[in-house]
C-alpha cells in the first residue's frame, strides 16, 4: 500500500461484535450494520478503515465478525465503495475487552495509519452498549476501555481521538422493545459495579475508591430497584437479593473504610456469576433462540 493511501485515512470504525445464535446474526447484528450501512453514507468511504470484531464463540462455528462482515455485503453495496485494504477482520475476540485489544493490534499491524497522525475512532454497536462504554470511560478512565485502545496505538505512534459523546459513534437501536428487553437493559447497567470492583481488585484507581465508587454504586441501586418491580424477573427475587446485598456491603465497607481486597474479590466473584447468569438467562435473544 502506498503512503498516499495511508494519509488519505482519516476515520477508522470498529464494529464490535455480537454474540451469534446458530451461527447466524441476531436483531442486535442485523440492527448495527443497518446503522453502519445509513452511517457511511454521509462520510467519504475511501478515507475510512473498518474494523469488524468478534470470534468464535462456544457453541459456534462462525466467528462474529464473518457475520457481520457477510451482513455488510449482502445488505448494501456500500462495502464495493471501499478499498480492500481498508477493510479488516478481526476475528479472535470472545469479549468486548478482547475486541478492543485485538482490534487496536489489526490497526497498528496494517499500517494504514501514518505514524504521527490523528486520526478518529467511531465505535459501531448498540446505544445500551455503547451508553456503557461511555458512562464507564467517563466515571472510571482507568478501567475504560477506549484508555486501552488510545494507549496501545499511541505507544506505536499513532493518534487516535475517540470520542465521549454516544452522538459521535454509530449506535443503532436495541431493537427489543418489550419486558424482557427492558428488563436485560436494567440488568447491563449493572456492568459498571462490576467493573468498579474489578478496578479496586487490580489496584488500578489512583483517585480515592470511596469517590470513584459513589456513581457506579448510585447507578446498581436504581437498576436494582427497577427490576424487583419487573413482573419478568420475579423468578429471580433470589438473585437480586444478593445482588443488592453486595452493593449495599461495598458501600458500607467504604463509608467505613473497613474493606479489604480479599473481600471484595470475593464479592466480585459471586456478583459476576449472578450477572452472567441473569444476563443469559434475560436475554431476549437467546430466549428467543431456545424457543425456536
Known amino acids: 500500500m502506498s503512503n498516499q493511501t495511508s494519509r488519505n485515512v482519516k476515520q477508522v470504525i470498529l464494529i464490535l461484535g455480537k454474540r451469534l445464535v446458530d451461527n447466524r446474526l441476531t436483531l442486535e447484528g442485523v440492527s448495527r450494520i443497518a446503522k453502519l450501512n445509513h452511517y457511511l453514507q454521509s462520510i467519504p468511504p475511501k478515507q475510512t478503515i473498518l474494523v469488524f470484531c468478534g470470534g468464535v464463540l462456544a457453541g459456534q462455528t462462525r466467528s462474529e465478525a464473518e457475520a457481520l462482515w457477510d451482513e ?25 475487552v478482547q475486541n478492543i485489544v485485538n482490534a487496536s493490534a489489526k490497526l497498528i499491524e496494517s499500517g494504514l495509519c501514518e505514524r504521527g497522525e490523528s486520526v478518529d475512532v467511531v465505535l459501531a454497536s448498540n446505544d445500551y452498549h455503547l451508553t456503557r462504554i461511555i458512562e464507564i470511560q467517563k466515571m472510571m478512565p482507568e478501567q475504560g476501555l477506549l484508555t486501552v485502545l488510545v494507549s496501545r496505538c499511541a505507544q506505536a505512534g499513532l493518534n487516535l481521538n475517540v470520542p465521549l459523546e454516544l452522538t459521535n459513534h454509530c449506535s443503532a437501536r436495541y431493537p427489543h422493545d418489550t419486558e424482557q428487553g427492558k428488563a436485560f437493559l436494567l440488568i447491563d ?37 427497577a427490576l424487583t418491580k419487573m413482573p419478568v424477573m420475579k423468578p429471580y427475587h433470589l438473585e437480586l437479593g444478593q445482588l443488592s446485598d453486595s452493593v449495599i456491603e461495598v458501600e458500607l465497607a467504604l463509608n467505613l473504610g473497613e474493606f479489604s481486597i480479599a473481600e471484595i474479590t470475593q464479592v466480585l466473584k459471586e456478583f459476576d456469576a449472578i450477572l452472567t447468569q441473569l444476563n443469559r438467562v434475560i436475554d431476549p435473544e437467546r430466549i428467543e433462540a431456545q424457543t425456536t
Open 189 to 225: 447497567e449493572l456492568t459498571t459495579f462490576r467493573v468498579l470492583l474489578e478496578g479496586a481488585v487490580s489496584g488500578a484507581f489512583t483517585q480515592n475508591l470511596s469517590g470513584v465508587a459513589r456513581e457506579p454504586i448510585a447507578i446498581a441501586k436504581h437498576a436494582l430497584q
Open 72 to 96: 455488510f455485503r449482502s445488505s448494501s453495496s456500500t462495502w464495493q465503495t471501499i478499498p480492500q485494504e481498508n477493510i479488516i477482520i478481526e476475528n479472535h475476540s470472545i469479549n468486548t
